[in-house]
């Protein structure tokens, strides 16, 4: 079975110019989205996914209608063929039913894999040179030490609950939680 799948990017606009490709295409069915790419909800490209079979083809009408991302395209393009379905691309006379459709998208896999690891490395030297700085990462603490003193104080006096204290400093329960737990419990 083909099977199409349209998406446009908001309400206002329209899936007409796709259609017809897809039609032209012989797509027996044919999804709708009126979604942005940028979401991953996206309940109609779920469904169709969901519904392809081994020996399926799944047909758009340009690549940037199915994924967000090069890498969510690769992502969703090994999810069909390790499934047994074939991907067609008509914009970008793309098709993995073929040896060289199949060359391009391993190349597309490659330079998504290379990024993700660039990412990564550029990552890790950025952290590194922070630390260098002496910065460290992660959320800056609400509390001061004199102010962590002053919720233990009050809270060792049992007269005042949790909740008051967290309101009395602008910060949540579990913040005044995670101060006043005993070392034995802290992990």
């Known amino acids: 079975m083909i099977v199409g799948y349209a998406r446009v990017s908001t309400k206002d606009q329209r899936t007409d110019g796709q259609i017809p490709a897809?039609?032209?295409a012989k797509c027996t069915r044919i999804y709708e989205e009126k979604q942005?790419?940028?979401?991953?909800d996206r309940p109609e490209l779920r469904k169709c996914l969901d519904a392809l079979r081994k020996g399926d083809t799944l047909v758009v009408w340009r690549l940037d209608r199915l994924a967000r991302s090069l890498r969510d395209l690769v992502e969703i393009v090994e999810r069909l063929e390790k499934s047994g379905v074939a991907f067609r691309s008509l914009t970008e006379n793309f098709d993995t039913r073929g040896a060289s459709g199949r060359l391009i998208f391993h190349v597309f896999a490659s330079l998504a894999e290379?990024?993700?690891e660039l990412i990564g490395e550029r990552t890790k030297?950025?952290?590194a040179a922070a630390r260098a700085r002496g910065r460290i990462g992660g959320r800056k603490p609400k509390l001061n030490a004199q102010q962590k003193r002053q919720v233990k104080i009050l809270w060792g006096s049992?007269?005042?609950?949790?909740k008051e204290i967290a309101e009395q400093f602008g910060v949540s329960v579990s913040?005044?939680?995670?101060?006043?737990?005993?070392?034995?419990?802290?992990g």
């Open 22 to 24: 897809l039609k032209q």
């Open 158 to 162: 049992k007269d005042v609950y949790k």
């Open 114 to 116: 290379f990024e993700r």
């Open 36 to 40: 942005s790419a940028r979401t991953t």
């Open 175 to 186: 913040t005044i939680d995670r101060i006043v737990r005993p070392p034995s419990l802290k």
């Open 125 to 127: 030297l950025g952290l």
